[in-house]
C-alpha cells in the first residue's frame, strides 16, 4: 500500500500535466511603435564599449593641448601645423617624402655626422600610406598618421588597463596618459611615440589574451618602430615563461611570438649595416648626429648634479623634478601587484632612457609610452571621492598640456 502512494506521488512529480498546471506569466511586449532598445551583444555596441572611452579621450585631449599650443604661440611665430612638423617630425616627414640616404653623411671636416638612417622605419611607412590614401602633402600625412596611431594606442591602454583592473581605472589611466604627462603633446607630433606605444599595448593585449602569433606579430611591428621596442620583447618573454610555467609543457606558438618580436629592430640595423657596409653603421651614426650611447646612467646623474646645484633655467630644473617623480611612481608600481610583462616594459622603458646618453630634455619625451608610473596614481584616483578625482585630472591635464606648449614654443632646443 505505501509503494503504491508513493509511485503515484512520483508519477504525479513528474506529469507533463503537472508540470503545466500553473499559468506561464505573460510575455511582456513593448508598446506598438515603442523605439527597440539594441541588444547589448551586437557588433556595435561592442566596438563602441572597447573603442568609445579611447576615441572621447583623444578628441579631448586634443583640443586641449591645441587651443593651448595655439594661445601660447607669439605672433609671427611659426603656426600650430608647423610647430608640430618641427625637429624630428621634419626628419621623418623627409623619410617618407624621399626614402633613406644610401651612404654616411660628412660635416665640413669630413666627420662622419648624422642623418636619417637612425629613424626607424614604421612611423615614415605609415605616413606614405596616408599620403598614398588620401593624397594629403606629407607633412599634413605625417601629423593624420601621428593622431591616428594616437587613437589606436589610447584604445590599445583602456582596453589593456580594464583587463588587468576595470573600466574605471583604465579611463583614469588613458586620461592621465593623454593628457597629464608633460610630454604628451609629442603624441600629436610628427614623432614615432603614438604608434609606437599602439603597438606596445596591442602586443601587451594580446599576450594577456594568449593571442601568441598575434602579440608576435605586433611586437614585430613594435620592433620596426624604434629601438626602445627591447622593452616590448623582454615584457613577451616574461609573459611567455610565465604562460609555459602554467601550461608546464612546452608550446610553438608562444616561442614563435617570441622569436618575433625580438626580430624587428635587429632586422633594422642589419639592413642599415648592410646597406652601407659597415655591421655597426647604425650605432655609429647615433652617436655622431646624437651623442646617443648606452653609459650605465651616467649623463643622467651628472644632469641631477648640474640641475640642482648650477642651473638657473626652468627646463632642467623641472625635468629632474620629474623625472624623480617617474622614477618614484614606478617604483610605487613594483608595490602594488602590477600584472610583470606591463611592469617589466615600463621599468624597462624607463631605464633604457636614463640609462643613456641622449639630451636630458628628451627624456620626458621618450619616456610617455611607459604607461607603468600612471598605473598608482589611476588606481589611487578611481578608489577616490569624483570631487577630488575631477579636480586632480584637471589641474593635471592642464599642468601637463601647458608644459608640452611651453616645451614648443619658449624651449629653443630640440624636445
Not at 54 to 63: E, M, Q, R
Not at 393 to 406: D, H, K, M, N, R
Amino acid at each position: 500500500m505505501k509503494t503504491s502512494t508513493t509511485t503515484a506521488i512520483s508519477a504525479q512529480r513528474i506529469s507533463p500535466e503537472t508540470q503545466h498546471t500553473a499559468p506561464a506569466a505573460p510575455t511582456a511586449h513593448p508598446p506598438k511603435g515603442a523605439p527597440r532598445t539594441p541588444a547589448r551583444n551586437t557588433w556595435p555596441h561592442r566596438a563602441w564599449h572597447a573603442a568609445g572611452p579611447g576615441l572621447v579621450i583623444y578628441g579631448a585631449s586634443a583640443v586641449l593641448h591645441l587651443v593651448l599650443l595655439a594661445l601660447m604661440s607669439p605672433p609671427g611665430a611659426p603656426g600650430v601645423h608647423d610647430k608640430l612638423l618641427s625637429w624630428d617630425g621634419d626628419l621623418y616627414r623627409a623619410i617618407a617624402q624621399d626614402g633613406y640616404p644610401d651612404s654616411f653623411t660628412h660635416d665640413a671636416d669630413g666627420k662622419v655626422a648624422g642623418n636619417n638612417l637612425a629613424f626607424f622605419p614604421a612611423y615614415p611607412a605609415l605616413i606614405r600610406a596616408v599620403h598614398a590614401l588620401t593624397g594629403l602633402g606629407y607633412g599634413t600625412a605625417a601629423l593624420v598618421a601621428a593622431h591616428l596611431a594616437m587613437i589606436a594606442a589610447l584604445v590599445a591602454v583602456h582596453v589593456l588597463v580594464s583587463r588587468l583592473y576595470d573600466r574605471r581605472t583604465a579611463t583614469l589611466a588613458t586620461i592621465l596618459l593623454a593628457c597629464a604627462q608633460p610630454m604628451a603633446i609629442s603624441f600629436l607630433m610628427a614623432y614615432s611615440e603614438s604608434l609606437f606605444l599602439a603597438l606596445a599595448a596591442a602586443t601587451l593585449v594580446a599576450a594577456h589574451r594568449r593571442a601568441w602569433l598575434t602579440a608576435g606579430m605586433f611586437g614585430l611591428l613594435t620592433g620596426l618602430a624604434r629601438p626602445a621596442a627591447a622593452a616590448v620583447a623582454v615584457a613577451l618573454a616574461v609573459a611567455v615563461v610565465m604562460h609555459l610555467i602554467r601550461e608546464r609543457r612546452l608550446t610553438w606558438r608562444p616561442v614563435t611570438a617570441l622569436v618575433l618580436a625580438c626580430a624587428g629592430t635587429p632586422a633594422y640595423l642589419w639592413w642599415v649595416g648592410r646597406r652601407l657596409d659597415r655591421p655597426d653603421a647604425w650605432f655609429t651614426i647615433q652617436r655622431a648626429g646624437w651623442d646617443t650611447r648606452w653609459d650605465n646612467g651616467s649623463s643622467f646623474w651628472h644632469f641631477l648634479g648640474y640641475a640642482f646645484t648650477e642651473a638657473d633655467g626652468w627646463v632642467p630644473v623641472s625635468t629632474a623634478v620629474l623625472l624623480l617623480a617617474l622614477i618614484a611612481a614606478t617604483a610605487l608600481a613594483w608595490q602594488r601587484g602590477t600584472w610583470p610583462p606591463l611592469l617589466v616594459y615600463g621599468t624597462a622603458i624607463l631605464v633604457l632612457t636614463l640609462g643613456q646618453s641622449n639630451y636630458y630634455h628628451s627624456k620626458l619625451r621618450l619616456v610617455v609610452p611607459a604607461l607603468i608610473f600612471l598605473i598608482p596614481l589611476a588606481r589611487g584616483l578611481s578608489h577616490a571621492r569624483p570631487r577630488t578625482t575631477a579636480i586632480v585630472l584637471t589641474a593635471a591635464s592642464l599642468f601637463g598640456s601647458w608644459y608640452g606648449a611651453y616645451m614648443l614654443t619658449a624651449w629653443h632646443y630640440a624636445i
